[in-house]
């Protein structure tokens, strides 16, 4: 292996073993393909101890192959897709320092830059508001809007009941009742599920309308549960508001680093 490129090459189609201070050269036979020349291979390393070791073993096997081997002598070349580095992995409270690092100096550019304009007041609210709407964009979607267009595009709506309602605990004193239904899906499976989000207070129990994802059953809704729809249309309402918003103070920013400050 070489970055990218793998080799793989047969006894049979190693001629001669050359090695001098860590620099391996592979001779190959006239009708080996498949690398760089066609003609040699060669390998290099730091570490002539396990250089020596290596040339050891595969002269030894060169001197036991068989004079007829039975597989083709065909080098076999491979380049593997472009692998990115892995980052270390970072705490939760070390994100949120790689993040509040450079808003605070985005919100300080920003903000000076609007008071020379006039506008220091709307520009700092703009600034405190858009991290919350970010978040508020960020609930709307993963928690509602996203169920609900895949279950918009293809989902089943079939026969069921709310048989109960799961008290799901969120943070210190917060929590949300989820509602638990049961239904048969097409197939004919008997299905007991919990929506994976609920709301402040039990609803009613009973027969229902229960829409769920072929392809993922665990994905459900009711068309009787209209405050989820409500909460999801206002959470991403306020959410790409803040993104529209916080085009005015990256505008100032944008100024401020070809002004030069």
């Not at 595009?153 to 049961?182: A, Q």
């Not at 994976?196 to 072929?214: A, F, I, L, Q, S």
Request: with cysteine; hydrophobic share 45%; charged share 20%.
């Amino acid at each position: 292996m070489r970055g990218r490129i793998t080799w793989t090459v047969p006894l049979a189609a190693i001629d001669r073993v050359d090695y001098a201070g860590g620099r391996v050269l592979l001779k190959l036979s006239p009708d080996a393909g498949g690398a760089e020349d066609s003609a040699a291979l060669t390998l290099t390393t730091r570490n002539t101890t396990a250089a020596d070791a290596f040339v050891q073993q595969l002269r030894t096997a060169l001197r036991r192959r068989p004079a007829s081997p039975q597989a083709p002598a065909q080098v076999v070349r491979e380049v593997t897709g472009r692998r990115l580095p892995r980052l270390p992995p970072i705490s939760a409270g070390g994100k949120i320092a790689l993040g509040i690092v450079p808003y605070l100096a985005f919100f300080s550019v920003a903000v000076d830059k609007g008071a020379e304009a006039g506008i220091e007041g709307p520009v700092a609210f703009i600034m405190l508001y858009c991290p919350v709407g970010w978040l508020m964009l960020h609930a709307g979607w993963t928690e509602v809007m996203r169920d609900a267009l895949i279950l918009r595009r293809r989902g089943i709506t079939v026969p069921g009941r709310i048989r109960d309602y799961d008290w799901h605990h969120i943070s210190e004193g917060r929590g949300e009742w989820r509602p638990v239904y049961e239904f048969r899906t097409l197939e004919g499976r008997n299905l007991v599920v919990t929506q994976p989000v609920g709301r402040e207070h039990k609803g009613e129990r009973g027969p229902v309308d229960v829409t769920y994802d072929p392809l993922s059953p665990t994905r459900v809704r009711s068309l009787r549960d209209k405050r989820l729809a409500i909460r999801g249309i206002a959470l991403t309402f306020f959410g790409v508001l803040s993104v529209v918003l916080m085009l005015i103070p990256l505008w100032l920013f944008i100024s401020a680093l070809l002004t030069g400050w």
